[in-house]
């Protein structure tokens, strides 16, 4: 390689980091949002949960009963295994 390709790489390397620099403290949550987000938070004081399909907004108590009231059933001998679903999300 040559010179102007060590300068580019070495530039493109400072620039990036000088932008991700400037730009954390603009994505960062602040302390009061951390220290909230990590408080645990009874289930009747949480707001309405939107679940879609035609079932609008429910709230978290519900969720619950329904739950504790129908377990998932358990898997069927000799049936493959259901896929393992993975949350990508944030």
Do not use: H
């Not at 302390?31 to 987000?37: G, H, L, P, S």
């Amino acid at each position: 390689m040559d010179r102007s390709s060590f300068i580019f790489c070495a530039a493109s390397v400072v620039v990036c980091l000088g932008v991700a620099w400037i730009a954390f403290p603009l994505a960062a949550l602040d302390q009061e949002t951390i220290a909230r987000a990590n408080t645990p938070q009874p289930a009747e004081e949480m707001p309405l949960v939107n679940v879609g399909g035609g079932f609008g907004q429910l709230p978290a108590t519900e969720l619950i009963d329904y739950y504790i009231e129908n377990p998932p059933a358990p898997p069927v001998a000799g049936a493959p295994a259901a896929p393992e679903i993975k949350f990508g999300g944030c």
